[in-house]
């Protein structure tokens, strides 16, 4: 093994041969994170002689579980008898409880289901119709949101209803009361009990707790940043009886703490195992310096951090790109004429558009469209999202755990069978006199046959369908059985009737899914197996890294690379997001954001934002002032690249574009006659006059009442002059120069 610890720098070696007791591995962006932890794992079976089957590592998504095992394959090319287990957090927990839960937590088989979103909602949306709260309530997935953060935190419904300030967090509890119960009623987790649970199951059940420590000798954490409370807890009790824990991660790339991520856990390890190792990995194999100066100068203005310098030996490198249109849709052309411009030049670049929010990413794929650049959004349905897919799955869930009361309602009539909201409605209704599951409470009414006759036979002819498909479930294939499923349902018929391209592309789809079972067979799997497999994929899964041009919000690109990266709308309330103006560490949460977003970029990096965007709440433009994440870079690695608000050239080659110059400017020109010119609908009369005044138009300003602005118009000159400033949050405000009491910035 010794040749393979050649191929590692200091600090990655040291990382590695570190074996015994606890360990912190600080891995800044692009500092080979993933290298080491592989490389560790192939030494500790290689060089250490220990069994693979004592080896544990845990991350957080499938790609990176699977590119783990693929790199530690190829490490130690010899055949072994076993393997390390690498998996998620997810994976890992649902095979302990599949394993475990039976009788060590009541209520509940190993048969269970896992309840995705959608599932979710549609049962919070059935409880707050029993609890008549209507209109009372938030909307279900916001509910969900809150039960998550709830669950995340190891609060529970008599947690809450303690710590009640309010109507509605009381309301809230209530929800989640009835939430809890009919998810046990139903026999079914959601994506949070798969971590609580097993949490649950190692404090309640020593002995299974014991015997995971004694056979999972070595703990590997990957990403520790992102861990929430739940998951430190379920580390601390799988390294109970040893201390043989390595945790790798960044606290400068916490970004999920809406999610229930608490950066504490990486600042407050050496605290939480006194004597950790603390190993730095400070040399970035990515960007090129100048970009890692520009990313270190914003996220150092942080506090809750441990630091490190993060350097490079890659010579040369473009200073950081900065693009200031006058409108979000000149930001957007600009960003796809480059994009054009790149393209051209370079036929191996591959170029990312980051943003904050998802919704952005509409004026980016309008002004690719207009210069016929393809392009991919990250951030679509995957495919085990799509309707069709996930009717045949719950099919099969249903058939595997008749208790599963969501799967139940997915497919009542689904295809169309008769059976309507009435009957649906009355069904829920004697699960919850009966405090019963819905396939309980059908079994129930059939028996009494207290429905009229024609709901009592379509509810029959369902009961049957399902009973009949639950005994074939173990007489077949996988792909035998869902090929069973489509059958008796008459799933393909239906679609086959509508005769549209939707109506084929979803038959399609079904074919894959069947397919995909078939596949999996061949991989050995069971049915419920494959079923845990669709369940836990997620939107990180899917993504594409051989696109060309890539869309995606900044939480999405973490884990990325790319040649070029253009990070957007980099103005006050958008980036960093209005919602974290007023909460310190919400506001170092966007500046981490920040820093993953710059550390994207290899090559080059350039930042860019439009002045104005429309407003939907105002139908017409607002204005914002320049994030501060831009003031925070220094002034020594920026290229100013404007055209437009500085009266520069840009310093891209226009001409080497497909479109024009001539056109380019042109539609430049248009489009800021449309946001800016007197009398347009984005401007008051006069208020975009050119005045000798010493405000220019876009500057950004302080106002001791209204905080930050920005300049839109000027009329008259001199101390008289009228300006007309927009201020985020309290929109445009007219004052005489003399007595505005405005602070340039």
């Not at 409108?327 to 957007?332: G, I, P, Q, W, Y």
């Not at 499923?485 to 899914?513: D, F, H, W």
């Not at 009398?679 to 905080?707: C, D, M, N, Y």
Request: aromatic letters at 8%.
């Amino acid at each position: 093994m010794s040749h393979l610890l050649d191929q590692l720098n200091t600090q990655q070696r040291t990382a590695v041969e570190h074996s015994e007791g606890p360990a912190l591995i600080l891995a800044g962006a692009g500092s080979g994170k993933t290298r080491v932890i592989t490389y560790r794992i192939a030494h500790l079976i290689g060089a250490k002689g220990i069994p693979p089957e004592s080896i544990l590592a845990v991350t957080f998504t499938n790609k990176a579980a699977d590119q783990m095992k693929e790199r530690v394959a190829h490490l130690l090319s010899d055949s072994l008898e076993s393997w390390p287990h690498i998996s998620t957090f997810h994976s890992f927990c649902v095979r302990v409880l599949r394993r475990n839960i039976e009788g060590a937590l009541p209520g509940y088989t190993r048969d269970f289901s896992i309840y995705d979103e959608d599932d979710q909602a549609r049962l919070v949306k059935t409880i707050v119709n029993e609890l008549g709260l209507g209109e009372q309530a938030a909307s279900p997935r916001s509910l969900l949101a809150r039960i998550s953060y709830a669950k995340n935190r190891g609060l529970a419904p008599q947690d809450l209803y303690r710590q009640a300030a309010d109507a509605a967090t009381e309301k809230l509890a209530t929800v989640f009361e009835r939430y809890e119960r009919k998810l046990r009623q139903a026999n079914a987790l959601d994506f949070d009990d798969l971590l609580l649970k097993t949490v649950e199951l190692l404090y309640a059940a020593k002995d299974v707790c014991e015997r995971y420590n004694q056979r999972f000798r070595y703990v590997l954490v990957d990403e520790y940043q992102d861990t929430s409370r739940i998951q430190y807890q379920l580390i601390r009790q799988l390294t109970l009886i040893h201390q043989n824990l390595c945790v790798v991660g960044d606290e400068d790339q916490s970004i999920y703490r809406w999610r229930g991520a608490e950066i504490e856990n990486i600042l407050n390890f050496e605290r939480d195992y006194p004597g950790a190792r603390l190993i730095r990995l400070e040399q970035n194999y990515r960007s090129t310096q100048v970009i890692l100066d520009a990313a270190t100068a914003v996220v150092s203005r942080n506090r809750a951090r441990k630091g490190k310098v993060l350097w490079t030996d890659r010579a040369g490198g473009a200073r950081v790109g900065l693009y200031e249109a006058q409108s979000a849709d000149e930001e957007a052309f600009f960003i796809a004429a480059e994009i054009q411009r790149t393209l051209a030049a370079d036929g191996d670049a591959t170029i990312a558009v980051l943003y904050r929010t998802n919704s952005q990413s509409r004026l980016f794929e309008e002004a690719l469209r207009r210069l016929t650049i393809g392009y991919r959004v990250v951030g679509g349905f995957s495919f085990y999202e799509r309707a069709e897919v996930k009717d045949l799955l719950s099919y099969a869930r249903l058939a595997t755990n008749l208790r599963d009361s969501a799967a139940l309602l997915r497919v009542i009539n689904t295809p169309a069978r008769g059976i309507g909201d009435t009957t649906v409605q009355s069904l829920q209704a004697s699960a919850r006199r009966a405090n019963l599951s819905l396939w309980e409470a059908l079994e129930q009414d059939l028996a009494a046959k207290l429905l009229p006759a024609r709901s009592l036979r379509v509810l029959e002819n369902f009961y049957n369908l399902v009973s009949e498909l639950a005994a074939a479930r173990g007489q077949m294939t996988m792909s035998g059985f869902f090929r069973e499923v489509l059958e008796r349902t008459n799933y393909l018929e239906t679609l086959r009737a509508e005769g549209t391209p939707e109506a084929e592309s979803r038959i399609e789809n079904l074919q894959e899914l069947v397919n995909a079972a078939a596949e999996a067979e061949d991989r050995g799997e069971t049915l419920a197996e494959f079923l845990d497999h669709a369940a836990l994929v997620s939107a990180a899964d899917d993504f594409e890294e051989r696109a060309r041009v890539t869309l995606m919000s900044l939480h999405s690109a973490k884990g990325l690379e790319f040649s070029v990266v253009f990070l957007a709308g980099l103005v006050e309330g958008l980036f960093p997001h209005k919602l974290s103006m007023d909460d310190d560490a919400a506001l170092e949460e966007e500046r981490r954001l920040c820093y993953v977003g710059m550390t994207r970029a290899r090559d080059r990096l350039i930042l860019t934002r439009g002045a104005s965007r429309r407003s939907f709440a105002r139908e017409d433009y607002e204005t914002s002032p320049p994030s501060r994440f831009l003031r925070e870079v220094p002034s020594e690695l920026i290229e100013t690249l404007n055209l437009a608000m500085t009266g520069v050239k840009p310093r891209t080659t226009w001409e080497n574009a497909v479109s024009s110059r001539a056109d380019i400017e042109r539609f430049l020109r248009e489009r800021r006659s449309n946001a800016w010119n007197p009398g347009s609908a984005s401007a008051g009369a006069g208020e975009t006059t050119r005045s000798t005044s010493r405000w220019k138009l876009g500057s950004p300003v302080r106002h001791p009442k209204f905080g930050l602005g920005t300049i839109l118009g000027c009329e008259g000159e001199g101390e008289d002059s009228k300006l007309t400033v927009s201020f985020p949050g309290y929109g445009k405000k007219k004052f005489v120069e003399k007595f505005a009491a405005l602070e340039k910035i």
